[in-house]
């Protein structure tokens, strides 16, 4: 046997396993309980992740003004809401600052969006940090026993959103 081509096939074997957890990481669930937490949303009401659970499904979006994916998915997530927002969910985008934007940024974009769902700002990244973010935007599916069913790194279109929550709270027509 050709001992370069099992040289290649040991590097193939070892980049598909590579691909796999690459993979998992930006669409796998951890199965784990959601670290609670508490914020004041844009419109001045308070959000407590472990009091929302208690009676709906969360989709849980860290992100930032200055992030392009995050300004590409954020109409899939207002088309998604809007599809969904009579149903046992609640959707929160939660600003994380980075660089130069401010606040009164995430809020001028979500305005100029026309976006409808909830919003706030992990101030000092505590949050971000509870979750153990490393990339943007970040997308957590939570189920109303407070666990992190799934999770997403980069964009989502809505029916990807829709398909997810559905997941977590059933179909009505089932």
């Known amino acids: 046997m050709d001992p370069l081509s099992r040289i290649g096939r040991r590097h193939l074997a070892v980049a ?55 300004r590409v998915e954020m109409p899939a997530f207002e088309a998604a809401w809007q599809e969904l927002k009579d149903r046992p969910v609640r959707f929160l985008g939660l600003y994380v600052p980075q660089g130069f934007d401010s606040e009164q940024d995430a809020r001028d974009f979500v305005k100029e969006l026309g976006l409808t769902f909830s919003f706030a700002t992990d101030r000092l990244g505590r949050i971000a940090e509870a979750y153990e973010l490393e990339y943007y935007p970040k997308t957590y599916f939570i189920n109303m026993d407070g666990d992190v069913v799934s999770t997403y790194i980069s964009t989502l279109d809505p029916e990807e959103i829709i398909q997810r929550v559905v997941a977590l709270i059933g179909d009505p027509a089932s």
Not at 24 to 51: I, N, W, Y
């Open 16 to 70: 598909l396993a590579l691909a796999g957890i690459v993979l998992l990481m930006a669409c796998g669930g951890s199965g784990q309980s959601a670290r609670d937490f508490e914020v004041v949303q844009f419109d001045g009401k308070t959000f407590r992740l472990s009091q929302e659970t208690s009676e709906n499904a969360v989709v849980l979006n860290f992100w930032y003004p200055s992030c392009p994916p995050c």
